[in-house]
């Protein structure tokens, strides 16, 4: 006669599927969360050039009661290097003259742009421009 078998445990073939579809679950969040910090990293540099960029414009406007001055010297760029989060980097503010249609050659007010380069796995740039204009006669 033959004994009836007890069917109601796994078999070693169900706890491997079992098991590489825990895996599959676990690596996806796993990396959502490199993702992510990543995206952090490379927010938290954006900002850090950006506030570099406000910076370096504030410090141009600091310059208004020197405006004749400043446009005799137009066109004119400087730059220098910075740290942006781990990253080396270079900044650039460049004043150019601009004049409107039709008035003549005179520089009617300056345009002043301000940029920020760096290198993490490819290369960022951000930049800010802003215009400026004697305030006066």
Known sequence: MRKKRN?????????????????????S???????SSLNVVTTGNANEAMNLCKQKLEEVKMQQA?????????????FGTTTIGSCKGTWTVTIEGVDEP????????????ASVVWMENIEHQRR?????????N
């Open 29 to 35: 969040i796993v990396n959502m969360f490199i993702s």
């Open 66 to 78: 020197n405006y004749d001055i400043i446009v005799q010297g137009v066109p004119y760029s400087y």
């Open 102 to 113: 039709g008035e003549g050659t005179n520089i009617d007010y300056l345009r002043v742009t």
């Open 7 to 27: 069917a109601s445990g796994m078999s070693i073939i169900e706890l491997m599927i079992a098991v590489l579809i825990l895996l599959v679950g676990i690596m």
């Open 128 to 136: 800010l421009f802003t215009y400026m204009g004697k305030i006066g």
